[in-house]
C-alpha cells in the first residue's frame, strides 16, 4: 500500500464549505473491529474517487479512537481530513481528473 502525500492544505473558509456540505451525508465507509485495514482503505479510496468528499465512520467495535481511526485513514488515502465530529469523520480528496467540487 503507497501513501501520497498531501501538498494542498485547506483554508478555514474551504473548511467551513466543505463541512457544510458534508452535514447532509452519509456515513459510506465504515471502520469496525478490523480497524484501518486495506479493505477499508480501497472502499473509501473508490468513494473519494467518485465523490470527492465522503463521512466515515468509527464503529463501537472498532480498536482505534474515531480521531486516530479516521486520521489513519486519510492518511492511508492521501485525502484531506475536513472534521472528526464523535464517531463521524469528513473526508476530502479533489479528483484531478473529474473534479466536481468547486472550492472557493
Same mark, same amino acid.
Given at each position: 500500500m503507497?501513501?501520497? *502525500?498531501? !501538498?494542498?492544505?485547506?483554508?478555514?473558509?474551504?473548511?467551513?464549505?466543505?463541512?457544510?456540505?458534508?452535514?447532509?451525508?452519509?456515513?459510506?465507509v465504515q471502520i469496525g473491529k478490523s480497524g484501518v485495514i486495506d479493505t *477499508?482503505? !480501497?472502499?473509501?479510496?473508490?468513494a473519494l474517487a467518485a465523490r470527492e468528499i465522503i463521512k466515515v465512520r468509527v464503529l463501537?467495535?472498532?480498536p482505534e479512537e474515531p480521531k486516530a481511526a479516521i486520521a489513519a485513514l486519510a492518511k492511508a488515502t492521501g485525502a484531506e481530513l475536513v472534521q472528526v465530529?464523535?464517531?463521524?469523520?469528513?473526508l476530502y480528496k479533489k479528483n484531478e481528473e473529474k473534479s466536481k467540487i468547486e472550492l472557493p
Open positions: 503507497q501513501v501520497q *502525500v498531501n !501538498e494542498t492544505t485547506l483554508t478555514g473558509k474551504q473548511k467551513r464549505f466543505l463541512r457544510a456540505m458534508g452535514s447532509t451525508l452519509d456515513p459510506v *477499508v482503505t !480501497e472502499s473509501a479510496e473508490q463501537q467495535n472498532s465530529i464523535g464517531r463521524n469523520g469528513l
